[in-house]
């Protein structure tokens, strides 16, 4: 039986970008990449260190990286927010039954007292001549508005959570715009070329991007 072929993966293309960043000194780098928009993203990876930007945490490195290559903020996607549940709403309810009135006592009479013979092992306990506690049921009113209360309280914390979501990514939003905004002016890219193995030599690369590169490296 024949083996099957395994699946090749793609392999790495050499590129050379020569730039400048802040004004500085023209310098050369050389990346092992997939795409010319991979090896874009490696090298503003490697200005980010000394750029103001480089207190960004490595989600967010990537993020601007990401962004950089394709020239904007819009692939940042919105946060997952969570469902609002829906409040309950009020309800009528019978007036609850007023309860009998409690049954009266008789004061047990003490036969020492009447003047006959008290009998010791058969005076009646006391315990045994309390009337029975009458059944107390839950008022519905009162238990739909304790779910009221309650569902009032998840509607709050969903809110809370999802304004706090919200802000987060709005303020991740303003400050990758103003990255990617610092880096458009202050990082020159001089030359973009890509090595072509086949026949031993450097061929330039359209930078910007145009249109068309992105919507083929994007699908």
Known sequence: ???RSKDREPELIQYKLEYSLNDGFPAE???MALSPKEALEQLLLTCIKSSPFDNFNEQEKEILAEAFSSGSTDLLKKPDLLVI???LPDK???E???LPPPESK???QNESESGENLDFFNTPEEGNQTSPIPEVKPDPAEEYRAKQKERLEEINRAKDKNKSLMEEFENLKSRMSDALNWFKEKLAILTFEEYNRWIDKW???E??????IIEEEDS
């Open 92 to 94: 009528d309810f019978p």
């Open 106 to 108: 008789q004061p047990i």
């Open 29 to 31: 780098r050389f990346f």
């Open 203 to 205: 061929i330039s690369i």
């Open 85 to 87: 549940p829906e409040a």
């Open 96 to 98: 609850p039954e007023s």
């Open 1 to 3: 039986m024949k083996k």
């Open 207 to 212: 930078y910007p991007f145009s249109e068309t």
